[in-house]
């Protein structure tokens, strides 16, 4: 498709860009937005399907020969298209890629490998921590990510930011039922669950051996790791900390942990 040239922000074609900042597209949509020169390359890099590419007249002569033919590229003048995105358009490349439905649990096991390394958030709700989470997963080499309800959109436009589109490669489901799922992984599949705690009586990290098959449960900034969540598992570690500490980030913390676990594997 011919690159099409926007001078109208009422024009129907780019509504998905409008007003980003304060509107950001639907969970459950049909599409979601990828930001940036690294993350839309990255998106068109992938197997999801890209809709379509929005980007500022200065920077047709760049993008307009690394946008393959049948996907839709827009070009705003940089005004233009800071008034319809809602914010200082200064990369001046932005992307909609096509969702699809979550995989299920059986989708995302690797059978084909013996150990399984898993990381399971029931309610992980602040964007940036769970950006984090699914960057740090994929760079430690972890074969799922499972989130729960409470937890906010993996493909939400701040969350695929943090992440650098590690979310495009690494398989994540949004269980519908995180508690029968955490059921399976340890009664049908052998996975020992590890409940990431601040726990003087947890076991200490550097002391915790894994089995084949493990995944970590990590909670919340405020809340933590819920007492349920916590019940659920086979385990509770803890990573000791200088007295007075309150306690980690929960992305930091992740990054401990799965570094421990993925090298003692390696």
Same mark, same amino acid.
């Given at each position: 498709?011919?690159?099409?040239?926007?001078?109208?922000?009422?024009?129907?074609?780019? =509504?998905?860009?409008?007003?980003?900042?304060?509107?950001?597209?639907?969970?459950?949509?049909?599409?979601?937005?990828?930001?940036?020169?690294?993350?839309?390359?990255?998106?068109?890099?992938?197997?999801?399907?890209?809709?379509?590419?929005?980007?500022?007249?200065?920077?047709?002569?760049?993008?307009?020969?690394?946008?393959?033919?049948?996907?839709?590229?827009?070009?705003?003048?940089?005004?233009?298209?800071? =008034?319809?995105?809602?914010?200082?358009?200064?990369?001046?490349?932005?992307?909609?890629?096509?969702?699809?439905?979550?995989?299920?649990?059986?989708? !995302?096991?690797? =059978?084909?490998?013996?150990?399984?390394?898993?990381?399971?958030?029931?309610?992980?709700?602040?964007?940036?921590?769970?950006?984090?989470?699914?960057?740090?997963?994929?760079?430690?080499?972890?074969?799922?990510?499972?989130?729960?309800?409470?937890?906010?959109?993996?493909?939400?436009?701040?969350?695929?930011?943090?992440?650098?589109?590690?979310?495009?490669?690494?398989?994540?489901?949004?269980?519908?039922?995180?508690?029968?799922?955490?059921?399976?992984?340890?009664?049908?599949?052998?996975?020992?669950?590890?409940?990431?705690?601040?726990?003087?009586?947890?076991?200490?990290?550097?002391?915790?051996?894994?089995?084949?098959?493990?995944?970590?449960?990590?909670?919340?900034?405020?809340?933590?790791?819920?007492?349920?969540?916590?019940?659920?598992?086979?385990?509770? !570690?803890?990573?000791?900390?200088?007295?007075?500490?309150?306690?980690?980030?929960?992305?930091?913390?992740?990054?401990?942990?799965?570094?421990?676990?993925?090298?003692?594997?390696?």
């Amino acid at each position: 498709m011919p690159r099409v040239f926007i001078d109208d922000l009422n024009d129907p074609r780019v =509504q998905p860009y409008r007003q980003l900042k304060a509107s950001n597209l639907m969970r459950h949509g049909e599409l979601f937005v990828a930001e940036g020169t690294k993350l839309v390359e990255r998106l068109l890099a992938s197997d999801y399907e890209t809709a379509s590419v929005l980007i500022s007249a200065r920077r047709e002569p760049v993008w307009g020969p690394k946008v393959p033919p049948e996907i839709p590229l827009y070009v705003i003048p940089q005004e233009l298209g800071a =008034q319809l995105v809602g914010f200082n358009f200064h990369v001046g490349v932005v992307a909609c890629g096509k969702r699809r439905p979550s995989p299920t649990l059986d989708d !995302v096991l690797p =059978q084909s490998k013996s150990a399984w390394t898993l990381v399971i958030c029931p309610n992980c709700d602040n964007p940036e921590n769970l950006g984090a989470i699914i960057r740090i997963s994929r760079g430690m080499g972890v074969d799922a990510l499972l989130l729960g309800k409470g937890c906010c959109d993996p493909f939400s436009r701040r969350v695929l930011r943090v992440s650098m589109g590690a979310a495009f490669r690494l398989p994540i489901v949004e269980s519908r039922d995180l508690a029968a799922d955490l059921h399976r992984l340890r009664h049908e599949f052998g996975v020992e669950l590890l409940a990431t705690v601040l726990d003087p009586a947890a076991e200490p990290l550097h002391r915790v051996s894994r089995s084949d098959r493990i995944g970590l449960l990590f909670g919340n900034e405020h809340a933590g790791l819920g007492p349920a969540w916590v019940q659920c598992c086979d385990r509770r !570690v803890t990573i000791p900390m200088a007295e007075g500490t309150d306690s980690l980030n929960v992305a930091v913390a992740a990054g401990i942990f799965l570094y421990h676990f993925t090298r003692e594997s390696a």
